[in-house]
Structures are given as structure tokens and as C-alpha cells.
């Protein structure tokens, strides 16, 4: 087997065979085949995209290119959620220690940011001490003494999707679906799950901008899904506004910890609630979704969720003293900009893009693999869309750390910000749930 005729019949838009891809995935992870020839076949996949047989087959061998976790013995029922992404998408944070004290198990591998402002994983780097690598022996020793782990994606767990998500990135194949599907479904199979809810974000500060495109992701990631033994659901949800209060990596930590302790927005907190009802209801936990959000919610009133949130702090690393002070210990921009209304009125827009563009340049996101962030840079909502405000009133305050801003960037800051003489209303975050037939 060449990989020329490979690359050659998926050109032709054939369906390539379980051999033909085992082939691939293979010379992935001995690096036996070609860069040039791997960034041709991707495109190939990208103009031609996959059967939903190839899709499965894909993501089964990209699983089994490393480790898979088997809880045989420790937990019947394991879950996790996934997220596009999006502005101030902080969720994971407190949805795994909220499911923990629910009674399940919850072993995410979560990532780190590609431009806006970081992933899950710069967020947890913002606490001094917390340890995102870990092995299988880590993620088993975390979820046995907290419920609940946060990882970063380790060089054992489906190692072929991260060599081949690194050369996606530089072949402008990232938005084809099939590999899409391939590359999250065998992480989250790899983690050993039973159940799995996809949060796919939707509109202009996402990575799907189209209703209709989102709906074809989640149908193949729930169906592939299923192939590989998973129950996927999905939940549309829009992103054009930030999500929350704060934006950034400590910031977005700062806000974790007023929900885990009972307060904080409630934008953020029905995101966790949703997304947890979900999976209790799948799991078997309680018979319906509503149910499971009023047990969601029952975690973070009782003060639950936030014990399982320090164990898993303290079993990946962090000092007790750190957990227990976590507010003094999270650095937070000394320089401040604040923008005030400059009329009486509504809140109309917050252009989360446009935001997070900004927060990025200031050091709070990354444009390429591997630069540095810093996690101070980031931004506090005063004044949500939909509330009214006084002229004179804080809005919006940037927070960094390089000295006086320029006059560009002050008025792009600006520009993110709309007030409406009229009132202004706020449609629910959630779209539609998307299940399997």
C-alpha cells in the first residue's frame, strides 16, 4: 500500500477502507509518512469530506493510536462536555466539580487557546500550582480522590490526532467536519466516557457562524458518537456576546469562584446548569433534564460542588493555603481602562469578537502554538446587555499590564460597546438540542 494511491482516491472522492486508514494513522505516529503527503491527503478529506463509515472508522483508530482508560472497577457511569469555544466560556470550571458532587465521574482533557483569550487549561495555569499534565495514573488518582480532573490532552491519549491537528492548523484544514468529529470524539472515547454533551457555539464569536453548519457538526459527532459506544447530545447556543461577567484566564477563575460559592452571574451559572442536567438525565440520575439543573444548582448553594473544586485543586497541586485564599493569590492587570456610558439608556450590544481581539493583542490570548500568555489580561462586565445605565455609569473595564493604552486601541475598546434609547431584550442562550434518532 502506497500512500500516493491514498492520497489519489480520496482526491477521486472515493471511500477509503479500514486498511487504507489504519494506514494513515499508522505512519501519523511513526512518522513514516510525509508531512507534504499528510497535508495533501487532509485537503483531499477537506474537498471531499468522509463517509459517516470512514468517519468512525477514523475516529476508533485515532483512539487506539494510545492509551484508553479503562474504569472498569472504579466508576460505572463516566461523562464529560465539550465546547467549541467561545468568549468568557469558562463552564468546565465548575460543571466538573458540580457532577462530581453529584455522584459521577468526571475525567476531562481539556486544551489550551488558539487566539481570543486561552482555553480551559491557561485558565487552571492561573492558579499558581496547578498542574495540567498528567498520565493515566494521574487522571485515575484525581477522579478516585476528587470526582473531577482537569488535564491537558497528554502524548499517550490519541496521539495521532494531536500530530495531525498540529498540521491541519498550517494546511487551512481545520474546518472540515469530518476531522472536526474524528479528532474530539477520540479524545473524549479515549477517556473511557459513557455519556458526553457538546455545547457547539453559534454566531459571530464562534467558530460556527452558521446555524445550519452547527447542525451538521453536532449530527456527526453525535452519530459517530454512537458508533464508538458514546450517547452524545448536543446544545446549539449563541455566541455573540461574552458569556458572563469577566473575560480572561485569572479573571474567568475569579468568577468560578463567586458561582462556586453560591453567587455570580446567572448567564454563566444556567450554562453549567443546562449542560449538567443533561448529563444526569442521560446518565440515569434523574428523569428529567429540569431535575438535573435543580441538582446542579443544589451544588453550588451547599457548598458541594466547591469541595469537590479545592480537592481536585489540592490533588493536582495546588497548596492548601492557595485553595483557600485562591482570590489573593490570582493576578489581575494593574492597569486599568474603563469605559463609561455616555448617555442614558440600554445596554445594547457587547460585541464579544471584537472584545476578545482586543484582550488577545494584550496578552491574554496566543496567536500561534505554544507562545506565552499573560493571564492577568482580561476584562469585567459591569453592566450585561439588556441593563439599564445612567450616563456616567461603568460599563467596562480593561485590565493589563502595558502601561498607557494607544489611541487605536482605546477607541477599538470603544467600538465594542452599544447603548440603545429603547429597552433591549436578551434571548435565552440555548438554540436546540440536538439528540440521536
Same mark, same amino acid.
Given at each position: 500500500?502506497?500512500?500516493?494511491?491514498?492520497?489519489?482516491?480520496?482526491?477521486?472522492?472515493?471511500?477509503?477502507?479500514?486498511?487504507?486508514?489504519?494506514?494513515?494513522?499508522?505512519?501519523?505516529?511513526?512518522?513514516?509518512?510525509?508531512?507534504?503527503?499528510?497535508?495533501?491527503?487532509?485537503?483531499?478529506?477537506?474537498?471531499?469530506?468522509?463517509?459517516?463509515?470512514?468517519?468512525?472508522?477514523?475516529?476508533?483508530?485515532?483512539?487506539?493510536?494510545?492509551?484508553?482508560?479503562?474504569?472498569?472497577?472504579?466508576?460505572?457511569?463516566?461523562?464529560?462536555?465539550?465546547?467549541?469555544?467561545?468568549?468568557?466560556?469558562?463552564?468546565?470550571?465548575?460543571?466538573?466539580?458540580?457532577?462530581?458532587?453529584?455522584?459521577?465521574?468526571?475525567?476531562?482533557?481539556?486544551?489550551?487557546?488558539?487566539?481570543?483569550?486561552?482555553?480551559?487549561?491557561?485558565?487552571?495555569?492561573?492558579?499558581?500550582?496547578?498542574?495540567?499534565?498528567?498520565?493515566?495514573?494521574?487522571?485515575?488518582?484525581?477522579?478516585?480522590?476528587?470526582?473531577?480532573?482537569?488535564?491537558?490532552?497528554?502524548?499517550?491519549?490519541?496521539?495521532?490526532?494531536?500530530?495531525?491537528?498540529?498540521?491541519?492548523?498550517?494546511?487551512?484544514?481545520?474546518?472540515?467536519?469530518?476531522?472536526?468529529?474524528?479528532?474530539?470524539?477520540?479524545?473524549?472515547?479515549?477517556?473511557?466516557?459513557?455519556?458526553? #454533551?457538546?455545547?457547539?457555539?453559534?454566531?459571530?464569536?464562534?467558530?460556527?457562524?452558521?446555524?445550519?453548519?452547527?447542525?451538521?457538526?453536532?449530527?456527526? /459527532?453525535?452519530?459517530?458518537?454512537?458508533?464508538?459506544?458514546?450517547?452524545?447530545?448536543?446544545?446549539?447556543?449563541? /455566541?455573540?456576546?461574552?458569556?458572563?461577567?469577566?473575560?480572561?484566564?485569572?479573571?474567568?477563575?475569579?468568577?468560578?469562584?463567586?458561582?462556586?460559592?453560591?453567587?455570580?452571574?446567572?448567564?454563566?451559572?444556567?450554562?453549567?446548569?443546562?449542560?449538567?442536567?443533561?448529563?444526569?438525565?442521560?446518565?440515569?440520575?434523574?428523569?428529567?433534564?429540569?431535575?438535573?439543573?435543580?441538582?446542579?444548582?443544589?451544588?453550588?448553594?451547599?457548598?458541594?460542588?466547591?469541595?469537590?473544586?479545592?480537592?481536585?485543586?489540592?490533588?493536582?497541586?495546588?497548596?492548601?493555603?492557595?485553595?483557600?485564599?485562591?482570590?489573593?493569590?490570582?493576578?489581575?492587570?494593574?492597569?486599568?481602562?474603563?469605559?463609561?456610558?455616555?448617555?442614558?439608556?440600554?445596554?445594547?450590544?457587547?460585541?464579544?469578537?471584537?472584545?476578545?481581539?482586543?484582550?488577545?493583542?494584550?496578552?491574554?490570548?496566543?496567536?500561534?502554538?505554544?507562545?506565552?500568555?499573560?493571564?492577568?489580561?482580561?476584562? #469585567?462586565?459591569?453592566?450585561?446587555?439588556?441593563?439599564?445605565?445612567?450616563?456616567?455609569? /461603568?460599563?467596562?473595564?480593561?485590565?493589563?499590564?502595558?502601561?498607557?493604552?494607544?489611541?487605536?486601541?482605546?477607541?477599538?475598546?470603544?467600538?465594542?460597546?452599544?447603548?440603545?434609547?429603547?429597552?433591549?431584550?436578551?434571548?435565552?442562550?440555548?438554540?436546540? #438540542?440536538?439528540?440521536?434518532?
Amino acid at each position: 500500500m502506497l500512500m500516493p494511491d491514498i492520497i489519489a482516491n480520496k482526491r477521486d472522492g472515493k471511500e477509503l477502507s479500514e486498511n487504507e486508514l489504519a494506514f494513515v494513522v499508522d505512519g501519523v505516529c511513526d512518522g513514516s509518512i510525509r508531512a507534504e503527503q499528510l497535508g495533501a491527503w487532509l485537503m483531499a478529506v477537506y474537498n471531499n469530506s468522509m463517509s459517516m463509515e470512514e468517519r468512525i472508522t477514523l475516529t476508533k483508530l485515532m483512539r487506539d493510536s494510545g492509551e484508553v482508560i479503562d474504569w472498569q472497577g472504579l466508576a460505572p457511569i463516566i461523562v464529560d462536555k465539550h465546547s467549541t469555544g467561545g468568549v468568557g466560556d469558562k463552564v468546565s470550571l465548575a460543571l466538573a466539580p458540580a457532577l462530581a458532587a453529584c455522584s459521577l465521574k468526571v475525567p476531562m482533557i481539556a486544551g489550551r487557546g488558539l487566539a481570543h483569550t486561552g482555553g480551559t487549561i491557561d485558565k487552571l495555569e492561573s492558579i499558581p500550582g496547578y498542574t495540567t499534565s498528567g498520565n493515566e495514573h494521574d487522571i485515575r488518582r484525581t477522579i478516585g480522590f476528587a470526582g473531577c480532573c482537569i488535564y491537558s490532552q497528554s502524548t499517550n491519549i490519541a496521539p495521532a490526532d494531536s500530530i495531525l491537528y498540529a498540521i491541519r492548523d498550517v494546511t487551512a484544514t481545520v474546518p472540515s467536519i469530518p476531522l472536526i468529529t474524528a479528532s474530539i470524539i477520540s479524545k473524549k472515547s479515549a477517556e473511557g466516557l459513557s455519556c458526553l #454533551v457538546l455545547d457547539i457555539k453559534v454566531g459571530s464569536a464562534a467558530f460556527m457562524q452558521n446555524l445550519e453548519d452547527a447542525r451538521v457538526l453536532a449530527k456527526s /459527532m453525535i452519530e459517530v458518537g454512537e458508533g464508538v459506544g458514546i450517547e452524545v447530545r448536543a446544545l446549539l447556543t449563541r /455566541m455573540e456576546k461574552p458569556i458572563g461577567t469577566h473575560i480572561g484566564n485569572a479573571h474567568e477563575v475569579l468568577e468560578i469562584l463567586d458561582i462556586l460559592e453560591g453567587s455570580g452571574s446567572w448567564d454563566t451559572i444556567s450554562l453549567i446548569a443546562i449542560q449538567g442536567g443533561h448529563l444526569l438525565q442521560m446518565a440515569g440520575l434523574v428523569d428529567t433534564v429540569e431535575a438535573g439543573q435543580m441538582k446542579i444548582l443544589s451544588t453550588f448553594s451547599d457548598g458541594s460542588a466547591k469541595h469537590h473544586w479545592d480537592l481536585m485543586c489540592e490533588s493536582q497541586g495546588v497548596s492548601k493555603e492557595v485553595i483557600n485564599q485562591m482570590r489573593d493569590y490570582l493576578e489581575t492587570g494593574e492597569e486599568k481602562f474603563t469605559l463609561h456610558s455616555t448617555m442614558d439608556g440600554w445596554v445594547e450590544d457587547i460585541d464579544a469578537m471584537k472584545l476578545a481581539k482586543v484582550l488577545s493583542e494584550l496578552g491574554a490570548g496566543r496567536s500561534e502554538v505554544g507562545q506565552e500568555i499573560d493571564h492577568s489580561v482580561g476584562a #469585567v462586565i459591569h453592566a450585561k446587555v439588556g441593563t439599564q445605565v445612567s450616563e456616567g455609569d /461603568m460599563i467596562l473595564t480593561v485590565e493589563h499590564q502595558n502601561g498607557e493604552l494607544s489611541e487605536e486601541i482605546m477607541t477599538r475598546i470603544e467600538s465594542c460597546i452599544a447603548v440603545s434609547t429603547s429597552p433591549v431584550s436578551v434571548p435565552d442562550r440555548l438554540i436546540e #438540542v440536538i439528540e440521536y434518532p
